[in-house]
């Protein structure tokens, strides 16, 4: 089955009480390892791509390496998403290069221009056939080259519920980022994290049946974490969003969860060891080849937190 867009997934999932994965693809090891923890686990998917992904990689190169993933695997529900586009332009670009969702995230404008910009992309992306992701409120943490707010202030820049209503209203846009107190990147938190989850709540109420997204969702898990620094890595102070937390917001309005960190971290972990093991290797294969199977082992268990472990069929 040709890529498809997110609408049944999503619709599934807030009616089911689950989450489906945005996982962050850079290169083909990467992608195999979670399209084979998808097709072993029968899970939806939604794989994304970032402007930094595009640059490193290239375009066409991905979209080769999604499409075999897609003929591969017809019994699996796969969706192409731009992650954090930050213009009208790139979202435009990527609605013409045959992706099945794009996100607008103008989220650090003023709310009008937001407003806006993410109006624009919508009626382009629907008139094509696409979906679209918008942000609302500011996450923190570095995702590539983009800077969020810092970890001190993140509670200061959570999604206002009464906004995002008036946001949703008004720009049409197909599910909505929220702040709820997660960041991007591998040092999100000092101390153990409180979600926000009467904002979930709240808006849910008043939009029942919207899907939320759920950003900077890794959970810095501690195998990895343990094993880079075991083996000359430097991430003592790494600190994720605990498990338990996502698997309650995948339980409420939170539709899609992105993850990205913990994939670079199974990748790198592996890579370390088996450099300091074997510090004589230097055929490619042996290093990415358990580089790609830590991947597919850890989206695997990450399936089972968002509960969408088995859901494939029902999003077809
Ligand atoms: P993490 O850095 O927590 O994996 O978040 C990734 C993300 O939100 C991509 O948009």
Redesign the pocket.
């Known amino acids: 089955m040709p890529l498809v867009d997110t609408k049944k997934m999503f619709e599934m999932a807030y009616k089911n009480g689950y989450a489906v994965g ?1 996982f ?1 693809v850079n290169n083909m090891e990467i992608t195999q390892g979670i399209v084979d923890a998808v097709a072993e686990e029968k899970a939806p998917l939604i794989l ?1 791509i ?1 402007r930094g992904a595009r640059k490193y990689a290239s375009m066409s190169y991905l979209m080769a390496i999604i499409d075999v993933a897609v003929k591969e695997n017809p019994d699996i529900p796969i969706a192409v998403h731009l ?2 586009g930050d213009t009208f332009e790139i979202c435009k670009q990527c609605v013409d290069e045959g992706f099945t969702s794009v996100m607008i995230d103008a989220s650090s404008l003023p709310f009008k221009q937001n407003v806006d910009t993410t109006a624009k992309v919508v009626e382009y992306a629907h008139s094509n056939g696409v979906v679209v992701e918008a942000e609302l409120g500011q ?1 923190g ?1 570095i ?1 590539e080259d983009i800077e969020g707010v810092s970890s001190d202030e993140v509670s200061k820049h959570l999604t206002d519920p009464d906004q995002a209503i008036e946001f949703v209203n008004s720009t049409g846009c197909d599910s909505l980022a929220v702040a709820v107190g ?5 040092y ?1 938190f000092k101390t153990v994290p409180k979600l926000a989850f009467d904002v979930i709540e709240k808006i849910s109420k008043r939009l029942p049946g919207f899907p939320l997204v759920m ?4 959970s810095v898990l501690k195998e990895f974490k343990d094993l880079i620094n075991k083996y000359g890595g430097n991430m003592p102070d790494a600190m ?2 605990p498990e338990e937390a996502i698997s309650k917001a995948a339980k409420m309005a939170i539709c899609k969860v ?6 670079r971290m199974a990748l790198t972990a592996k890579i370390r060891q088996v450099f300091a093991e074997n510090p004589a290797e230097f055929d490619p294969r042996k290093y990415l080849g358990p580089g790609r199977a830590a991947i597919k082992s850890m989206v695997k268990h990450k399936l089972n937190v968002l509960g969408c472990n088995g859901k494939a069929a029902e999003c077809l």
């Open positions: 945005a962050n994304q970032s992650d954090h996450l943490g995702e997660t960041s991007h990147g591998a999100k950003h900077g969702s890794s994720g969003v992105n993850i990205d960190t913990d994939l």
